[in-house]
């Protein structure tokens, strides 16, 4: 099946009994049983299993292909339920630009916890082999980065991971599987914020893990019925709605955002410009190998360098709206350094390039005329 038809019938299959074209939203905690353990069908409790999640993990696994996907009631949840493999003394590689709630969990609840995180420049995968040693058990992708695009080639890392036997995570929030497959390039398991491109809508919070091998699945599996962060039916029925056309907002969200970045580019008041398409882009070759297309996601920031400058814009667009998220069909403008990434040190902040001029934006899939005439007005 080729993903178009993936996105749509993935996993799916009409109501035995009445024909429903779409799950009903199974509202309900828990299920009846004839007799002690014994239940009527194959549902028990809506922690360990609900139809409605059922049918949406169905989906997920089949976008990313993936033998396992499970719905989290948020991105962090996900991120948190894979985190719980791991106990004192292990390590974990990561990239050195995450999005700011990731750092947070990574830095703040886990570190204390005694796992400990090596943030690294993944241009130089040296930097990945260097760090390597027996506690070694995760390395985490998050590419491109959030905010600042930056890619790391998921093939070459996973020969590292592969030959060390050390888990291979990928949070593939901004690329969707419809640009990028992380399972097939060699990672274990995938993560995404659902509440982004998947859903698309900008009405849900909720997280997915998918993970390549049916063994990873069932310990995952366990871990989210024994911990317990499991996304509501309502939501769940959301989530597999929105990624019924996530081919299609993709594709215009790719067009829409390569004609920002060109008119931000032309821009005398935009000094540089951050989007793996622009052949200036430092991980462009990297984003042309393992990515069909280059997104929706554009961040840039000011000739001036001014925080005035980027705060002033934000202050005057319209059709952008000034929010934190990303992914949906509206347009969001974000100002990473005061909203989505203010939990990272101001230190670790400038040292990575997140500076206060920097501008992130979610670019939708309105008319592009608007959209560019929007930009425009606010870079007067
Ligand atoms: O917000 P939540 O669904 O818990 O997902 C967390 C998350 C994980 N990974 C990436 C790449 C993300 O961008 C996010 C959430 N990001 C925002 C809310 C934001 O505006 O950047």
Request: glycine share 8%; net charge negative.
């Amino acid at each position: 099946m080729k993903f178009n038809t993936k996105t749509i019938h993935g996993g799916q299959h009409h109501d035995p009994t009445t024909g429903a074209v779409m799950p009903a939203v199974f509202q309900t905690s828990t299920f009846a049983q004839t007799s002690p353990g014994k239940p009527i069908g194959d549902y028990v409790y809506s922690r360990s299993a609900n139809p409605t999640r059922t049918a949406l993990e169905a989906a997920l696994a089949s976008i990313e292909n993936g033998a396992k996907g499970l719905a989290f009631s948020s991105g962090l949840a996900a991120t948190d339920c894979l985190l719980r493999s791991f106990k004192a003394g292990d390590e974990i590689i990561a990239m050195d630009d995450l999005y700011g709630g990731t750092y947070r969990m990574f830095t703040r609840i886990y570190k204390d916890s005694g796992i400990k995180f090596h943030f690294v420049d993944m241009n130089n995968l040296d930097n990945v082999r260097s760090l390597i040693n027996e506690n070694t058990k995760m390395v985490w992708l998050e590419t491109p980065t959030n905010p600042l695009m930056k890619l790391a080639d998921i093939a070459a890392v996973a020969k590292i991971t592969k030959a060390n036997n050390i888990l291979l995570a990928v949070d593939n929030t901004f690329a969707t599987p419809y640009l990028q497959n992380p399972l097939d390039l060699g990672a274990d398991v995938v993560m995404h914020s659902a509440t982004k491109y998947l859903s698309g809508h900008s009405d849900v919070v909720a997280g997915a893990l998918i993970a390549k091998t049916a063994e990873l699945g069932e310990q995952l599996l366990f871990q989210q019925f024994a911990t317990g962060a499991t996304l509501g039916p309502m939501d769940c029925f959301l989530v597999l709605r929105g990624i019924k056309t996530l081919h299609l907002r993709m594709q215009r969200h790719c067009e829409n955002g390569e004609k920002v970045v060109e008119f931000l580019s032309n821009h005398p008041k935009v000094k540089t410009v951050f989007y793996p398409g622009l052949v200036s882009h430092p991980f462009h070759e990297i984003a042309k190998k393992q990515m069909s297309g280059f997104g929706g996601m554009v961040s840039f920031n000011f000739v001036s360098g001014k925080k005035e400058d980027s705060v002033d814009f934000l202050e005057k667009v319209r059709l952008f709206t000034l929010a934190e998220s990303l992914g949906g069909v509206e347009s969001l403008a974000n100002h990473p350094a005061l909203m989505t990434h203010a939990s990272i040190p101001e230190d670790k902040r400038k040292e990575v390039g997140i500076t206060d001029d920097l501008v992130r934006l979610s670019v939708g899939i309105e008319d592009i005329e608007d959209l560019i005439e929007d930009l425009r007005k606010a870079l007067e």
